[in-house]
T-cell receptor
Framework: NAGVTQTPKFQVLKTGQSMTLQCAQDMNHNSMYWYRQDPGMGLRLIYYSASEGTTDKGEVPNGYNVSRLNKREFSLRLESAAPSQTSVYFC??????????????FGEGSRLTVL | GESVGLHLPTLSVQEGDNSIINCAYSNSASDYFIWYKQESGKGPQFIIDIRSNMDKRQGQRVTVLLNKTVKHLSLQIAATQPGDSAVYFCAENPAYGQNFVFGPGTRLSVLP
């Protein structure tokens, strides 16, 4: 059982380049999330999807877009990367659709550096 | 705004001693709390949770205490082991919320 899988694990971009982080879960969860983690700070929510076909902004959505491709997959796109987006990105999932039920299950993270 | 914070950014304990990690939360409407452990280079892992209708919950070597009066959460780890070295986060889920709000984390170092 793979759980939550993120790709790529590492990426270096130049300012202005675009890229997409991929996330897939095999637990049949309804809700999926993208967080970013910066040194000395907790995880901050970028976007979430409570169910297939819906997405909503979190605390820090500027500079990002998301797509809930199907129930399994939730991608995060940086259209024009900036150094301030250098961070570790975590995808997570949760069974509940209407609200969170139980814990979040996290992927291993994607470390992004923008030069 | 809503926030969850930790009193100490780092904590060092001797192997075999008990550890106590504290957390303050600000949203009195939060009704569900989780402690996560994050080892270097990995994603957060669930340790234990507690709902607001409880004051205490015990797991294997871990206990979470919830004081709603002062909006305080703590994680107690008994007989701390080297494998407990990690960053610990508390997270709160506001009532009917879609997501969790995370604190900044406490780094626990276990000394031999």
């Amino acid at each position: 059982n793979a759980g939550v899988t993120q790709t790529p694990k590492f990426q270096v971009l130049k300012t202005g380049q675009s890229m997409t982080l991929q996330c897939a879960q095999d637990m049949n969860h309804n809700s999926m999330y993208w967080y970013r983690q910066d040194p000395g700070m907790g995880l901050r929510l970028i976007y979430y999807s409570a169910s297939e076909g819906t997405t909503d902004k979190g605390e820090v959505p500027n500079g990002y877009n998301v797509s809930r491709l199907n129930k399994r997959e939730f991608s995060l796109r940086l259209e024009s990367a900036a150094p301030s987006q250098t961070s570790v990105y975590f995808c997570a999932s949760n069974p509940g659709g209407g609200r969170v039920t139980g814990e979040l299950f996290f992927g291993e993270g994607s470390r992004l550096t923008v030069l | 705004g809503e926030s969850v914070g930790l009193h100490l950014p780092t904590l060092s304990v001797q192997e075999g001693d008990n550890s106590i990690i504290n957390c303050a939360y600000s949203n009195s409407a939060s009704d569900y709390f989780i402690w996560y452990k994050q080892e270097s280079g990995k994603g957060p892992q669930f340790i234990i949770d507690i709902r607001s209708n409880m004051d205490k919950r015990q797991g294997q070597r871990v206990t979470v205490l919830l004081n709603k009066t002062v909006k305080h959460l703590s994680l107690q780890i008994a007989a701390t082991q080297p494998g407990d070295s990690a960053v610990y986060f508390c997270a709160e889920n506001p009532a009917y919320g879609q997501n969790f709000v995370f604190g900044p984390g406490t780094r626990l170092s276990v000394l031999p």
